[in-house]
């Protein structure tokens, strides 16, 4: 992994979390998730002002075989979305962790930040489950 | 914890970690599911070559003075309009009009035929085959002993024509040549047919050799743009191409009139054949239900399983298969609709994640070779 990684916070869904100003974090896929889903033709982002709660559903993603959902990482209220990938939701398995990133959210409260995986607690994760 | 079940691998299986192949568990089977990426894939299919292993499917031979009537006795087609080298698309029906498997029937002498039939159906076709025995006739499984390659795409030829003698030009769509020797590889019966939409062959030959013939192609091959495919590209391909899956478009509950397959019913062969009286009333009495190809006009993809709902809300059939087509760049399917719904224009719904998304009927193929 890049530099650019080390300051995420990782799901055992396969989202990284970006902390951003304030409670405001970004949320996207791994490179990970994005290599083992293949082809991204589809994304399903919640909607600017819909509550997302942590481990529960927020969205789908298509890949040209199969339909994943997407978990969200932490709870709060949706802020931005990544409108660019309703045309070009390929950019995901081009770009995961940054022009690919899904939505950001105001986290309602930050402390649930701290159940998150570091990188290299996800990297163990990850070859844990390869075995 | 979990049972596991030991899945069948084709004589290829050992070769695909070589070439990046990224491996799933399809109907029992462990197979490539991609190489590189299913859109690189496909799009090499389309517009150079691609090399597809497809060892699983079945191979039943079908021998005897009574062959020919045997198989017209067993499949929806008329056999005897075939001369040997030629090869026909067919469907083995239930009495009562439902499918038993699709197939291709190959004429290899006048009392021998060999018979392809779909990987997951090989046991269930074999003894279907032999509980409708009639005359002299042989039966003979040959499908863990067979391998099979498909090389498809506008390149196909001219890759494969750097490997032999024979003039590939000379065999004509379903049409094929026996012993034929590739690249020193000998006894390979090359057969001009597909499931891609594209120009291309289908090569059938023993295991033991087929290794060796893959690897040749992609030694020749590579440089002219042929990349190895997984059945992710083959699935794309061959919906564009609207060419029907057994276990989506086909199925004991679909006949293949309903499935869009009328070309290979001939109710009005001479001879008598099982689903002959049911496939008839069918045709007589006009379909209830047929498939049609749709494009989903909202956001979304319809996949196999969802419900299709009329513009007024009445539920009238369910998505048969579905995907964004990498050729068009637009979500399509085949739907088994109700009939008086199967118009092409008439706007649908189909039911994406308890959303109902707009769908229009469109005519079919979606995609046609050169186009």
Not at chain 2, 209 to 235: F, H, I, Q, S, Y
Not at chain 2, 275 to 280: D, E, P, Q, S
Not at chain 2, 298 to 308: D, M, P
Request: net charge negative; glycine share 8%; with cysteine.
């Amino acid at each position: 992994m890049t530099n650019a990684t080390a300051n995420l916070l990782y799901s055992k869904e396969h989202e990284w979390v970006l902390k951003l100003d304030g409670n405001r974090v970004r949320i996207g896929i791994t490179d990970y998730a994005q290599k083992a889903l293949g082809d991204i033709v589809f994304v399903e982002n919640p909607s600017v002002d819909d509550d997302v709660t942590a481990n529960e559903s927020m969205g789908t993603i298509e890949s040209v075989k199969a339909v994943s959902e997407l978990f969200s990482p932490v709870s709060g209220t949706v802020v931005t979305v990544n409108e660019n990938l309703e045309d070009a939701p390929e950019t995901i398995n081009e770009h995961p962790y940054d022009a690919g990133w899904l939505v950001e959210v105001e986290v309602s409260n930050l402390e649930d930040l701290e159940s998150l995986l570091k990188e290299e607690e996800y990297e163990a994760f990850i070859n844990e489950g390869e075995e | 914890m979990s049972t596991r079940t030991v899945l069948k691998r084709t004589p290829l299986f050992e070769v695909y970690k070589k070439y990046g192949a990224k491996v799933i568990d399809f109907g029992g089977w462990e197979l490539p599911v991609q190489f590189s990426s299913i859109l690189e894939e496909h799009d090499a299919v389309r517009k150079e070559a691609g090399l597809f292993d497809v060892s699983h499917m079945g191979e039943v031979l079908v021998e005897g003075k009574d062959a020919e009537s045997y198989i017209n006795y067993l499949v929806t087609n008329d056999v005897a309009k075939i001369s040997i080298n030629q090869a026909q698309y067919t469907a083995m029906c239930y009495p009562d009009g439902g499918t038993v498997d699709d197939l291709l029937v190959y004429k290899l002498e006048n009392e021998k035929y060999l018979l392809v039939i779909n990987a997951s159906n090989i046991e269930k076709d074999f003894e279907w085959m032999k509980q409708n025995l009639k005359g002299e006739v042989t039966l003979k499984n040959i499908s863990s002993d067979t391998a099979q390659l498909a090389i498809q795409g506008p390149k196909a030829e001219s890759i494969l024509q750097n490997l032999t003698d024979v003039n590939l030009s000379e065999i004509g769509f379903f049409t094929f040549a026996q012993n034929v020797n590739i690249g020193g590889i000998d006894g390979v019966l090359v057969s001009r047919t597909g499931y891609t939409a594209e120009d291309g062959f289908e090569l059938y030959l023993a295991n033991e050799k087929v290794e060796a013939l893959w690897n040749k192609l992609l030694e020749v091959g590579t440089e002219d743009g042929l990349k190895p495919c997984g059945l992710g590209a083959r699935d794309t391909l061959r919906l564009e191409g609207r060419l029907a899956l057994y276990g989506q478009e086909l199925s004991s509950e679909i006949s293949p009139l309903e499935a869009g397959i009328g070309f290979a019913v001939k109710t009005n062969k001479e001879s008598d054949f099982i689903a002959k009286a049911a496939l008839t009333e069918q045709k007589e009495k006009g379909l209830k239900r047929k498939i049609v190809g749709i494009e989903v006009t909202g956001r979304g993809i319809a996949r196999h399983g969802y419900k299709v709902f009329s513009e007024d809300g009445k539920e009238i059939g369910v998505v048969t298969s579905g995907t964004q087509s990498p050729s068009l760049k637009k979500s399509i399917g085949l739907a088994l609709i109700s009939a008086e719904h199967a118009k092409v224009d008439m706007q649908l719904k189909v039911e994406i994640r308890n959303k109902q998304i707009d769908a229009v009927v469109v005519k079919t193929p979606f995609y046609k070779k050169g186009k």
